[in-house]
């Protein structure tokens, strides 16, 4: 999830294949090798979708939970079986099986603003509508726990459910409340969000911890006795040095991209790439537009002035402060990415990291206006193709699609088998 999802996402969609970039607020150049889109080759399409058929694809992030609780998590105010784009959502069952997906974490994501046990409801609620999506379509969905259910899910034709917490506030600070979200599903925590917690500091927020605090050390052991993934998107870069060095298991980025190529905070320098890649783990690129390219960030700075401008203004009142917002964009229109903008991402990380260390954590349902080419959940196909294209080999795309998360999910199974505590006689 970004700081808030944009409303309005169809209305600069375009289903153009062929577009030059050329809206923007900065001429800054990303170095990107084009950001023209030229038709895949529709044999190469045809050979990864083959591919795909044989290895589960699994997506770090994906803020359809989010969505429901926008809706009250009334169940039955979105339909996922049918084509969700007329209620503005990118991503439904038609389009998962058209994306190849065969794995997905759901974020269980809640705001930063809510702690204590405001907090620690809204998690379970969010957990709770991951487990009533499992319910209610039993024949499209199944809650996975570890890596070999991911591979059995999928072989079975259903996509494995994971759920990935958002922010370490989640817990408010309690490994019981971790303990507890473990039994319940969560198989990662990304340690904070936007705002920095007493034990565990946020990118581009002030820093509390300075790293970790000893109780944020007692969070990442907690997580390598339990077997849950230590999520290292969103923290800052003292916080995500001190987590890789912690951790007896890899870690993750669920959904972050590549810093050299998009300089925002949020995004992954090349120290960390190596390191996180050194011990093992992996980086799931993120196709937020701000994070994406230097134009993006740049205008993703102007829309947040103006929402604060907006915010002092109005306070709080939506009602009031959207309108203007909107009228805002549409006299300063987004500069939109591509497709081969997030593969620039990918092969930036491939080169610095190795190809080990390379996935995909989209951010679907988390943010507005995807890149072209990237539009929904039915689109992973093409960005494989697109990397086909640059010359990664089958075994490179099967690794990036999936077996790298399997891989580290099993490591991260297997450190916990480790850590088990021995039981008295
Ligand atoms: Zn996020």
Redesign the pocket.
């Known amino acids: ?2 700081r808030k999802r944009r409303a309005g996402i169809f209305s600069a969609l375009t289903t153009s294949i062929t577009l030059v970039l050329s809206i923007g607020l900065s001429s800054v150049s990303t170095g990107a090798e084009t950001t023209t889109l030229v038709k895949p080759d529709p044999s190469r399409s045809a050979h990864i979708k083959e591919l795909l058929s044989g290895v589960s694809l699994i997506d770090g ?1 994906n803020d359809l939970p989010w969505q429901y609780r926008k809706l009250g998590n009334d169940m039955n105010a979105i339909n996922l079986t049918r084509d969700a784009r007329k209620i503005n959502l990118v991503t439904d069952f038609p389009r998962l099986k058209d994306g190849c997906v065969g794995g997905q974490f759901w ?1 269980v ?1 809640i705001p930063p603003a809510m702690l204590g046990s405001v907090a620690v409801r809204a998690v379970l609620e969010q957990i709770d509508v991951v487990h009533q999506m499992v319910a209610r379509y039993p024949d499209r969905l199944e809650l996975a726990l570890t890596a070999d259910d991911i591979e059995r899910i999928h072989r079975s034709g259903k996509v494995a459910s994971l759920i990935g917490m ?1 922010g370490g506030h989640s817990i408010d600070n309690s490994l019981a409340m971790l303990r507890m979200t473990y039994a319940l599903g969560a198989r990662y925590m ?1 340690l904070t ?1 936007t705002k920095s917690l007493d034990w565990a500091d946020a990118a581009g927020d002030e820093p509390k911890a300075h790293g970790l605090s000893r109780f944020g050390e007692s969070v990442i052991h907690e997580m390598n006795q339990l077997g849950m993934l230590v999520d290292v ?2 923290v800052s870069d003292e916080t995500m040095a001190t987590a890789i060095q912690s951790s007896k298991a890899p870690v993750i980025c669920s ?1 972050s991209s590549a810093r050299a190529i998009c300089d925002v905070p949020r995004n992954v320098p090349d120290e960390m790439l190596k390191a996180i890649a050194a011990r093992g783990g992996m980086v799931m690129v993120n196709f937020v537009p701000g994070f994406l390219t230097e134009k993006g960030r740049v205008y993703g700075i102007a829309e947040q002035a103006e929402e604060d401008r907006l915010g002092k203004l109005f306070g709080k009142d939506e009602k009031k402060t959207q309108p203007l917002l909107d009228e805002w964009k549409k006299s300063h229109p987004a500069p939109q990415p591509t497709l081969n903008d997030v593969a620039n991402h990918m092969d930036h990380i491939r080169n610095v990291a190795g190809v080990n260390c390379l996935g995909i954590g989209a ?1 679907y349902e ?1 943010f507005g206006h995807p890149p072209i080419g990237l539009e929904d959940v039915s689109c992973y196909p093409a960005l494989l193709t697109e990397l086909s294209r640059r010359g990664y080999s089958d075994e490179e795309i099967k690794k990036v699609a999936g077996l790298n998360l399997l891989r580290v999910l099993r490591s991260v199974e297997k450190v916990a088998k480790e850590l088990k505590p021995v039981r008295a006689h």
């Open positions: 999830m970004t992030h974020s994501y958002e990304t969000h998107s969103h959904h951010d988390g």
